[in-house]
């Protein structure tokens, strides 16, 4: 069984086990588990086969959003990344288009359920319960919706701790354990009505809301919505994209974090960002091995910090490099990866391959607009916030969702309260980008026990200040966004190694030995365990091997942060800052490296199985409707409603040289996702039990 066993960070609770059948064999789930992570549990990885062209089918955004991992569940197609097993459930692969059950039986409609509510708030993600939050403090009613059992959006995913400061959006606390700080708080408001596995489907002209609630359909008639909906990730466009262990990195984070499945051994990551570098992080904590990162530009978009925890652990991030292809028969078995010129063009002779059996794609986010453009259509007062307003990291979507919480407080007269000015402040600061690196500098003191600050770039972030219990550690004029400095006399207390969401922090106390003092190192990936007198690598800022020492001590901590301690010469003890768990042999290149086919034969719609070539064809022919290209091709006509590829084909139309302002946009579908007709009839469908 593919499963995670032991994790450094996440509880592994023992679960029932049910039985299940997949085309015909009888296999195991945990009970309350979804189908794809029941089969990817089982090594399960192809769940079809398309109907177009006979192409592997797999799990794509596990987020419910497309229809790559569709089965045949009890007769009925379902999404298997949203519907949890039922004992003895009968599930087989979708081989074509299925055949429906026979119905003999068809009841009559009963009448829809209408509610009304103050403020419909539209996922239940940071942003969504920071201004719930915001809101129940004035006591204005509100109904939140959101499409999970579990409150807290991409929180509940987030096993590392968070940037920002403590003050204000809980910085060194765990995604997963702000996720439940936050859900608890709202729960102790009667204000709130919290409508967990729900979906917003549409807002209609009337202004009602349709809500797909627990597959029973009702309208919601509020007088303010707030979307708070997230984002989705982008795609990318590349010979092999649509096979089976290519996804998103929130799909795997999915199954890594929140359903404890191992759905790789070997994964490579295309993008640089905070979500990638996270996400690689998250694979070693979940003992895989991550063979590498590619980034297009010069340097990674996302904090520094995250990119050198990588490279200390041993993962290798190529800058300037792009995906060629994946690589696979029926499923994801290399990577072509090549060097970019400052055009982005791909360097002939510099192609990798290199083995991987998942490539995760984190190649950005995508606002899920859709409900306030609905609603304005509507003329209805609507908000947004968090990732559906601006993308942006979680620190900076619970702040703004408390602005968002106290302007609908006011638009609907609960409160006179202006927004402070500080509130705006640092709204602005906590969605910073990565900014400006300064030069490294080793301390030069050589007594006495002190912390190393290997954080050298200006990122919102400030928690090692706010615990010093001797206020030893600032930053210059408070600002956030400036590099923390140490000055004074340490008692090594270690609490800024165990709060510093980077592990960017190590402790080094020559009290005892001034020719080989001990080092302290924060570690969370115990996947890779340590032990004492073990002999271990130590590594550099950036990774470079320093020597091979041996672990004279290890500490647990509450924080589940391990600190490692070993003598270090003198030498090299202040340069130390973290260990490195994977050996360069992993992420060795193939001798040949495998080289793609033409661009025309790249899938942009997965649904439909469209390529870039067809699409290209027709535009030079001069559509530049997407309605009628949509009728043309089928571009757009699947199951996700051109969510995955809409973006691709505007992408191709640039390329061709048109002007966005020239291109007429796809008629957005009257629903966000598909709903079985017995959900809008009021009858039991699949997932009533």
Known sequence: MNR???????EVEKKKKIP????????????????????????????????????????????????????IANGLPVKSCMIPVQENMIVQSCEGIP?????????????????????????GGPSGLSSAIELCKYNVSLILVDDKQELGGKLVLQTHKFFGSIEDCYAGTRGIDIAKILAKELRDYSSAKIWPNSIALFVFSDKKVGILRDNKY????????????????KMLAFPGNTLPGVYGAGAFQTLVNRDLVLPSERIFIIGGGNVGLIAG??????????????????????????????KRLGVPIYTSYTILSANGKDRVDSVTIAQVDENFKHILGTEKTIACDTILIAAGLNSINEFQKEAKEANMI??????????????????????????????????????PKEWSQKAEILKSPPGKIHPYKIPEQETGVFPVLHCIQEIPCNPCISVCPL???KIENDNLLGIPKFEGECTGCGKCLTICPALAITLVDFRKDKECPIVSIPYEVQNFPIEIRQKIKVVDIDGNLLDNLEVVKIQNTKTKTQIIQLKAPKAIAKRIAGIRIQDEDVSKPLPEPIIPKIDDDVIICR???????????????????????????????????????????????????????????????????????????????????
């Open 218 to 233: 009702i309208l919601v008639k509020p007088k303010i919505i707030l979307n708070a909906a997230g984002a989705r990730e």
């Open 4 to 10: 995670i066993t032991n994790h450094p960070i996440l």
């Open 607 to 689: 649904c439909e199985r469209v390529t870039a070539g067809e699409i290209r064809k027709w535009i030079r022919r001069g559509v530049t409707d997407m309605n009628q290209l949509k009728g043309i091709t089928r571009a757009g006509m699947g199951a996700c409603g051109s969510k995955t590829c809409e973006n691709l084909i505007l992408r191709i139309y640039q390329e061709e040289g048109y002007e966005p302002k020239a291109i007429i946009r796809n008629t957005k579908r009257p629903l966000f996702i598909e709903v079985p007709f017995g959900a809008f009839g009021g009858f039991e469908t699949l997932t009533d039990g």
């Open 281 to 310: 992080y998250h694979a070693l904590q979940a003992g895989i091995a991550v063979v590498g990162v590619a980034e297009v530009l010069p340097q990674c978009g996302g904090y520094k910090v995250h990119q050198d925890k990588l």
């Open 382 to 419: 609507v908000y947004s916030t968090g990732d559906a307003d601006e993308i942006a990291e979680a620190s900076s979507a619970m702040f703004n969702g408390r602005i968002a919480g106290l302007k609908i407080a006011r638009e609907l007269g609960k409160s006179k309260e202006k927004i």
């Open 471 to 473: 206020d030893l550690i």
């Open 99 to 123: 055949a429906l059950p026979d119905v003999e039986e068809r009841p009559g409609f009963e009448p829809v359920e209408e509610v009304e509510t103050e403020v419909l708030i539209i996922g």
């Open 20 to 71: 299940f059948y997949w085309n015909g064999t009888k296999l195991f789930a945990h009970s309350d588990e979804m189908i794809a992570s029941a089969l990817i549990a089982n090594n399960i990885h192809i769940f079809g086969h398309h109907q177009k062209d006979k192409s592997p089918q797999g799990i794509f955004c596990a987020n419910g959003q497309c229809a790559q991992c569709n089965v």
